[in-house]
């Protein structure tokens, strides 16, 4: 991030700039007015003028997936059933971000509810792949350099999928971090708010930023874990050639990997030697991945069966698909998905008595090259449903050249160990990528 070298307003336009030269290749904005965006630095700027102290994200542009109520933007869900919905009051992380002093640029394109109906956004790396999704927006934006930090979501895999998918840094905190009050519901057992960086820093900043109880989620932490940024500058872990002592985990959704990830992965592993050790999880883990899509299947009946029903011709036909495939779950099959995530759950738990931390793909592989797609979730499904916080960091690439990211996944709550611990194998392997070696 920047230290004071440019004015808000200086930022904002350098960025403005950017997003002029590729928003028509890259599709990552739903909203942009310019005015308001320049209006806010100039406020930021009179601030520190007069001496008021400033934010933790002072002056820094960020972009807002369009599922978070703004009340002085638009927030329409990519939906035909949203169009010019007006919001009156902002979402707790918009409050959290204004707050902070960061300018909100604009809102960030999503899937149609953040579900898995494309939106108009593109990879920055070939405008002929997916950039993921549903946070296709946000990741985008930071990928192409449209932005300083970026906010997104995620049910199923839609903030590490993106990250991966575009070459950046993704951070889906531990559940109930950061309040979701104001935002579109899709899930409420299984939605997470989440951001995109170009650093691990940048991820502890903005989290640091958002991470404050909110009790109009219900779903929130009492005390979500925050000072990410001073532990990552004051940390003593893993000093003195110390490592951390890393699993490595395929996941029931390892023979679902596409293209050569599964061999690019492997060498990797390989690579960091006798601090990763692999680690099967079997038995109760097995049908994780079918549990998630029990409980999120549902979850979309639930919050958008009334739209189906009343206004179907104002729902994209993959929306309608998806929503229609929850209502085949029954109220049984429910409860007992929910019960098996709670045991699934602690059983993981006991894992990290043994490990740092969790290393496993980000995606099955390259981001597809296919624009009515925004690629598959079976990489994160199973960390979202445990509620545990992961991270991914764009170190690998893949045969066509596209990123692949690392997932580093910890104890529930641990969140400031594991951004700790994906720190250390950026500063390990970043600058010494093991992109193209296979």
């Not at 890393?246 to 960091?272: C, H, S, Y």
């Amino acid at each position: 991030m920047m230290k004071g070298e440019f004015s808000a307003e200086e930022l904002t336009r350098a960025y403005l700039a950017r997003i002029a030269e590729r928003e028509e290749t890259v599709g990552a904005w739903a909203y942009l007015d310019e005015d308001l965006a320049i209006a806010q630095a100039q406020a930021l700027d009179a601030k520190k003028k007069a001496g008021e102290k400033p934010g933790l994200l002072h002056g820094l542009p960020v972009g807002l997936k369009d599922i978070f109520d703004t009340a002085d933007m638009p927030t329409e869900c990519d939906s035909a059933l949203y169009a010019g919905r007006r919001p009156i009051e902002d979402s707790a992380v918009a409050i959290l971000l204004r707050q902070a002093g960061a300018i909100i640029l604009g809102k960030t394109v999503t899937t149609e509810f953040a579900i898995s109906s494309p939106g108009k956004t593109v990879n920055p790396h070939n405008p002929k792949h997916t950039p993921g999704g549903s946070s296709s927006g946000s990741a985008a934006a930071i990928a192409d350099g449209m932005v300083a930090l970026a906010v997104g979501t995620q049910t199923g895999g839609s903030v590490i999928r993106p990250a991966s998918y575009c070459g950046v840094f993704g951070y889906k905190p531990t559940f109930g971090s950061i309040s979701r009050r104001g935002m579109s519901i899709l899930a409420r057992r299984l939605d997470h708010v989440g951001v995109f960086g170009r650093t691990v820093e940048d991820l502890g900043l903005i989290g640091d930023a958002l991470m404050a109880h909110d009790p109009g989620d219900w779903d929130m932490l009492a005390s979500p874990e925050k000072d990410l940024v001073s532990n990552l500058s004051s940390s003593k872990r893993w000093k003195n050639n110390e490592a951390p002592r890393f699993a490595f985990v395929r996941t029931p959704a390892w023979k679902e990997a596409e293209g050569n990830m599964q061999t690019v992965f492997e060498d990797f592993i390989n690579k960091l030697g006798k601090i990763v050790e692999e680690v099967e999880l079997e038995g109760i883990f097995v049908d994780v991945i079918k549990c998630h899509a029990t409980i999120m299947d549902a979850n979309l009946v639930a919050n958008l069966g009334e739209a189906l029903e009343k206004t179907p011709e104002k729902l994209r036909q993959e929306t309608r698909r998806r929503i229609e495939k929850g209502l085949s779950v029954t109220g049984a099959q429910y409860i007992q998905a929910l019960g098996l995530a709670e045991v699934q759950g602690q059983a993981l738990d006991r894992l990290f008595d043994h490990y740092d931390a969790i290393l496993t793909p980000s995606a099955p592989g390259e981001a597809p090259g296919d624009l009515t797609t925004t690629g598959r979730a079976v990489f994160n499904a199973m960390w979202t449903l445990m509620g545990v916080p992961a991270v991914t960091i764009p170190l690998l690439e893949g045969e066509k050249g596209l990123p692949i990211g690392v997932q580093v996944v910890g104890r529930k709550g641990d969140d400031a160990k594991i951004l700790d611990a994906a720190r250390w194998l950026w500063d390990q392997f970043g600058g010494i990528s093991y992109r193209g070696k296979v």
